[in-house]
């Protein structure tokens, strides 16, 4: 069965680090672009952040560029977002989406449960 | 504020047709073919409906279709049933990034 686990979500203070894992099953990991989605309480969903296959290339939002870093462990089909600087209006539900594609941000076919970050003091 | 523009709600009977629009720029829906579209019930993990625009994964109904028009991308969903009362949303690549939609309620009455 194709599955992606999010884990790592937690209540942290302004200024914090966290640090989200998705576990991946079910499918060839390092064939695939993937990228981490949240949606805050009441809101839409926002696309925080992608790395393709191979690691070699990522992206981030305006919203957590130089806060947050993607990173992947292909060997372990984990994908990784370490969150820096954290505020709160990074409160949110974040997901872990593998795309349709290697080179991605083409489309989300698979999505985690997601895992809650809470940024409050 | 959302990069793309949907409207808040629609709704329909059950066997009608309902379809919500997805109102972009240039710079995504209208130069990208990466349009989009899930399906979100409460409590779950979206699920992918459209892609490439007009495209739909291996067990999505047929009666789910997408198109594009300028700037305007639109999810159509015809002989409406109970279970597609969800909330949609609209996606585009827009070069480095990906924008999504604000969202849309769909009621089935």
């Known amino acids: 069965e194709v599955q992606l686990l999010e884990s790592g979500g937690g209540l942290v203070q302004p200024g914090g680090s966290l640090r989200l894992s998705c576990a991946a099953s079910g499918f060839t990991f390092s064939n695939y672009a993937m990228s981490w989605v949240r949606q805050a309480p009441g809101k839409g969903l926002e696309w925080v952040s992608f790395?393709?296959?191979?690691?070699?290339?990522?992206q981030f939002a305006d919203s957590v560029k130089g806060r947050f870093a993607i990173s992947r462990d292909n060997s372990q089909n984990t994908l990784y977002l370490q969150m820096n600087s954290l505020r709160v209006e990074d409160t949110a539900v974040y997901y872990c989406?593998?795309?349709?594609?290697?080179?991605?941000?083409?489309?989300?076919?698979?999505w985690g449960q997601g895992t809650m970050v809470i940024v409050s003091s | 504020q959302s990069a793309l523009t949907q409207p808040r709600s629609v709704s329909g009977s059950p066997g009608q047709s309902v379809t919500i629009s997805c109102t972009g720029t240039s710079s995504d829906v209208g130069s990208h073919s990466y349009v989009s579209w899930y399906q979100r019930h409460p409590g779950k993990a979206p699920k992918l409906m459209i892609y490439d625009v007009t495209k739909r994964p291996s067990g999505v109904p047929d009666r789910f279709s997408g198109s594009k028009s300028g700037n305007t991308a639109s999810l159509t969903i015809s002989g409406l049933q109970a279970e597609d009362e969800a909330d949609y949303y609209c996606c585009s690549n827009a070069g480095r990034k990906v924008v999504f939609g604000g969202g849309t309620k769909l009621t089935v009455l």
């Open positions: 790395s393709s296959n191979s690691g070699g290339i990522t």
């Open positions: 989406a593998k795309d349709l594609a290697a080179a991605g941000l083409r489309a989300f076919d698979i």
